[in-house]
């Protein structure tokens, strides 16, 4: 069982949050494979996909940004 | 039947505030269990997505546009609402079979797909809580949650 996170494996918490603040409401960013940076945002999911395969990234982890950043409850 | 599966540690990922929490002054983020999963319709599999590990939510729900994009009609599915813990409107949901890939896993689920969700993806307790033992571990920093996949009766 792995504890904590590794070295390069997840994006540090600072930068992740500023990418998430930084990105726009309702919409769909990508990482890299390695979720170390942000490749694409869009306002759809094939739009964000695309953009990330043309920036070569095959394989991206996709976030979708609520209407805006509030305390969810599900 | 008892746990067939391993142990994994995922940890919680922090996510920003508008504005502070009520109550809770000078919190300007917080943090959500997310894991990373993918869906599979037919011979279609999306992209990895970050999903909201949910023990409130009674089935596991999707953005539409995932379904979409992975080939799914989507208004040919049983359509549902979907209604939060805040009264007030709710949204349109159509259920669909699809193929649920966590980890190593790939689970068969029904699962509703809505263009309301707020966030990618939530998993709920038919089709991830009946598959997985969720413990929420506070021990580490950062927290985190620990996935055991389960034998079925």
Redesign the interface.
């Known amino acids: 069982m792995g504890v904590g996170r590794r070295a390069g494996e997840y994006m540090l918490a600072e930068e992740r949050l500023r990418i998430l603040r930084d990105a726009a409401p309702n919409s769909w960013i990508a990482l890299s494979e390695d979720e170390g940076r942000l490749v694409a945002a869009a306002a759809t999911y094939e739009e964000v996909v695309m953009l990330a395969a043309k920036e070569g990234v095959e394989d991206p982890v996709l976030i979708k940004t609520p209407d805006e950043w509030v305390p969810l409850v599900f | 039947m008892g746990a067939i599966g ?4 995922i ?1 919680y ?7 502070p ?1 009520a109550g809770l002054s000078g919190v300007a ?2 943090w ?1 269990p997310t894991i ?1 999963v993918a869906i599979i319709f037919e011979h279609a599999t999306s ?4 999903a ?1 590990v ?1 023990s ?2 009674a089935l596991c729900l999707f ?1 539409a ?2 379904g ?2 992975i080939g799914l009609r989507l208004k040919t599915g049983e359509q549902g609402s979907l209604g ?3 009264g007030g409107s709710t949204g349109e949901v159509y259920y669909h079979r699809v193929k649920l890939k966590v980890l190593c896993d790939i689970i068969p689920i029904m699962a509703g797909f809505s263009e309301q ?4 993806a ?1 998993l709920g307790r038919h089709g991830f809580f009946e598959n997985f033992t969720v413990t929420f571990d506070p021990c ?3 927290p985190g949650l ?1 996935l055991e996949r389960v034998g079925r009766a």
Do not use: M, W
């Open positions: 391993f142990l994994t540690r940890p990922q922090v996510v920003p505030l508008k504005k929490i983020q917080t959500y990373k992209k990895r997505f970050e909201v949910d409130g939510s953005h546009d995932i979409k994009a939060g813990v805040v969700l707020s966030v990618a939530i580490y920093n950062p620990i």
